[in-house]
Nanobody
Framework: QVQFVESGGGLVQAGGSLRLSCAAS????????MGWFRQAPGKEREFVAG????????LYADSVKGRFAISRDSAKNTVFLQMNSLKPDDTAVYYC??????????????????????WGKGTLVTVSS
């Protein structure tokens, strides 16, 4: 059974940093484009960042560009989201997502949540002012 487990969330003051991790249960996902999304209370889930299967291409939401960085360690089946200069508006549950095979192994990065087939249960990030 496919499983993604997010970790690293917590309470941080505005201006602080957190590093989220997403561990995949299967090495299959070392070839999958991956994404991070977030959902704040009362709002729809939104794209945060995504990267291609080898990490060569990345994409960010305008709201986090220059502050967040997505990366992956394929040997450890783990994707990271480094979040700096956090703002209260970044408060949300953060989810990682992956796609099912087969994979094209190109430069594709996906921002549409419907492009992803597997989701973690999320980790809560709370930024206090």
């Amino acid at each position: 059974q496919v499983q993604f487990v997010e970790s690293g969330g917590g309470l941080v003051q505005a201006g602080g940093s957190l590093r989220l991790s997403c561990a995949a249960s299967s090495r299959t996902f070392s070839m999958s484009p991956m994404g991070w999304f977030r959902q704040a209370p009362g709002k729809e889930r939104e794209f945060v960042a995504g990267l291609s299967w080898n990490g060569g291409s990345t994409l960010y939401a305008d709201s986090v560009k220059g502050r967040f960085a997505i990366s992956r360690d394929s040997a450890k089946n783990t994707v990271f989201l480094q979040m700096n200069s956090l703002k209260p508006d970044d408060t949300a549950v953060y989810y990682c997502a992956g796609r099912r095979p087969p994979y094209r192994l190109g430069d594709d990065v996906f921002s549409d949540p419907h492009s992803y087939d597997y989701w973690g249960k999320g980790t809560l990030v709370t930024v206090s002012s």
